[in-house]
């Protein structure tokens, strides 16, 4: 996929979302509300930030050192559109619909997709551990409120997907775990190896 | 380079922080039921000129009791949950009550009048021992007028799949030039009383 399609897959995507019907269906469930909706205009914030102009981006990058600004910005906009509140209010307020539909796209999806990458290992470590915590203590707190926590929710969606979250903390905790004790040792050289190539440097 | 982006990220954190702080109006409502009610009481708002029907099948407007507190809850006579919770919080309000003609009253609005008919909330009395004097039970006349309350009131009723409702549960405190200025949760029995008879 080139740039320029990208932002296009990005803009057509945000479209398909916004169709009243697609956006309906996917929010008449709190799963697909938040685990579906929302990430699908996360991603069309990505694909549109593939197509940036390139002075633009430098510009971005002379900014975002190790993509710490851009990793904020995302983690706060993206904590936000976590709460039962933020839930409601996009079902009930056209405005707060509206301001979900370009925070997202721009404040998590560019953000994460320009900065992800400018990122070192220890901070895609630490924005991933505190990712998934913060998904399980979520997930955690829909299961097991006591009363409803969204008020144009049906308490056994809330429970629902509390229990999704708590899914997908797990299996992206499992994933990050077999990635950091096996994945990454492939691509380093074995040490006699990398003993070689320093002496003949 | 690096400086720059420092003072970006700290920038970022600020606005970042500051927009957690209003969204969830200074970390005191995650969930819109808190924020009605924080909203209600720093801004009282007006209710509307509601026209209802009581239990006895008599007709009368919320602007009849100008010049009075009300408190309103907001039920379906069928349901047997927290319905039961609100008619036995007001079942023991209403023993406080002198019944006064300027005194405090007690109101329950069914948002289901289709099937709340007045032999219905008759019986929904007669479960609570509700003296009329006191507290009425009353059903709005047409679907725009319950359309009106419940938005006034920010009351959220959502049909689940077994022909019963959910919805939020509380005590609304409706002061005597008409205006909703508190809502209390429906354990809240001692600060409730205590406002009404302020």
Not at chain 1, 63 to 75: C, E
Not at chain 2, 1 to 8: I, T
Request: proline letters at 6%; glycine letters at 6%.
């Amino acid at each position: 996929m080139t740039g320029r399609n990208a932002w296009a897959w990005g803009l057509l995507l945000i479209w398909v979302v916004a169709l009243p019907a697609t956006r309906r269906a996917l929010e008449a469930s709190m799963v697909a509300h938040m685990l579906v909706q929302i990430p699908l205009l996360v991603l069309a914030g990505a694909l549109l930030a593939r197509c940036i102009p390139a002075k633009l981006r430098r510009g971005f990058e002379e900014l975002d050192a190790h993509g710490v600004p851009g990793m904020l910005a995302a983690a706060f906009a993206s904590s936000y559109w976590m709460l039962p509140r933020a839930l409601d209010a996009a079902l009930s307020d056209p405005l707060a619909e509206l301001a979900k539909f370009w925070s997202l796209p721009l404040l998590v999806g560019v953000p994460l997709a320009l900065s992800w990458p400018r990122m070192g290992p220890i901070g895609r470590g630490f924005v991933l551990a505190n990712a998934i915590s913060m998904i399980a203590v979520v997930g955690w707190l829909y299961r097991e409120a006591p009363v409803r926590l969204c008020s144009w929710y049906l308490v056994d969606q809330q429970v629902l997907l509390g229990n999704a979250l708590l899914a997908l903390a797990l299996l992206a905790g499992a994933g990050c775990t077999l990635r950091a004790f096996i994945g990454p040792l492939r691509r380093y050289p074995p040490p006699q190896a990398a003993c070689r190539m320093s002496r003949s440097t | 380079m690096m400086l720059r982006s420092a003072l970006c990220a700290l920038l970022v954190l600020c606005l970042g922080s500051a927009g957690l702080w209003a969204g969830t109006d200074g970390l005191r409502a995650f969930t819109s039921e808190q924020a009605r009610r924080l909203a209600v009481q720093r801004t009282p708002r007006p209710v509307p000129q509601a026209v209802l029907e009581d239990q006895d099948g008599r007709g009368f407007s919320l602007d009849d009791y100008r010049g009075r507190k009300v408190l309103v809850d907001f039920v379906y006579t069928r349901c047997r949950s927290i319905c039961g919770a609100l008619g036995a919080a007001f079942q023991r309000l209403s023993h406080d009550l002198p019944p006064a003609s300027d005194g405090a009253m007690l109101l329950t609005i069914s948002f289901d009048p289709q099937a709340d008919t007045p032999a219905a909330l008759k019986r929904y009395a007669q479960r609570y021992h509700a003296d009329s004097k006191v507290w009425r039970i009353a059903r709005p006349q047409d679907e725009a007028t319950l359309a009106a309350l419940l938005r006034t009131f920010e009351v959220v009723v959502v049909p689940d799949a077994y022909g019963e409702f959910q919805h939020n549960a509380a005590l609304h405190l409706v002061d005597e030039d008409g205006r909703l200025m508190r809502i209390f949760a429906y354990d809240q029995l001692e600060q409730t009383a205590e406002a009404l008879q302020r």
